[in-house]
Structures are given as structure tokens and as C-alpha cells.
């Protein structure tokens, strides 16, 4: 088993895999499309979806996700979960 160093930079802002150091990497960026691979569920039943852009080493295979935050969707739901925090509950 090989391990890795831990990179504190991530692919999305270094372009360059963790994983192999190659600098060959493809972007996907989110979309709603007819797949479920690429959503984040925000509520229970999964009536409000947030989408992933993905970083993908074309070399290895190696894959980072993360979540559009400048989706509307995200926006919305980010609004609602912090108008339900109480600050005087304590609870984060």
C-alpha cells in the first residue's frame, strides 16, 4: 500500500493532482442533469438539490467534488439554515 503526503492545497486552486503531481486536469462543472451523481441533497425528502463541480486527474483518476456554492439553490438553503440558528441555544 502506498500513502500519500497529505497536500494542503487543493486541486481546484493548484491544478496539479494530490495524488500523481500531474497538471492535466479535466473540470466539470455542476449541471442539472439527469444524473444523481453530481447532487447534494439539502432537505429530508431531497426537494431541494445542490450540484458538485469536480476536479478529475486525467492521468490516475483521482477526483475532488465540491459543491457550487453560487448556485441559487445553495444561497437559498445557506439563508434558511442560518435564520434556524438560535444564538442563544449554544448549538452549532
Known sequence: ????????????STHTCPKCQCTDIVIVKAFPGTSTSNTI????????LGYFDRYIC?????????????????????????????????FV
Open 58 to 90: 486525467s492521468r490516475c483518476g483521482f477526483i475532488e467534488n465540491y459543491a457550487n456554492l453560487d448556485s441559487k439553490r445553495w444561497q437559498k438553503w445557506l439563508r434558511k439554515k442560518e435564520s434556524d440558528i438560535d444564538p442563544e441555544s449554544g
Open 41 to 48: 441533497q439539502f432537505t429530508k425528502w431531497g426537494t431541494q
Open 1 to 12: 500500500m502506498k500513502i500519500y503526503p497529505i497536500i494542503t492545497q487543493p486541486m481546484k
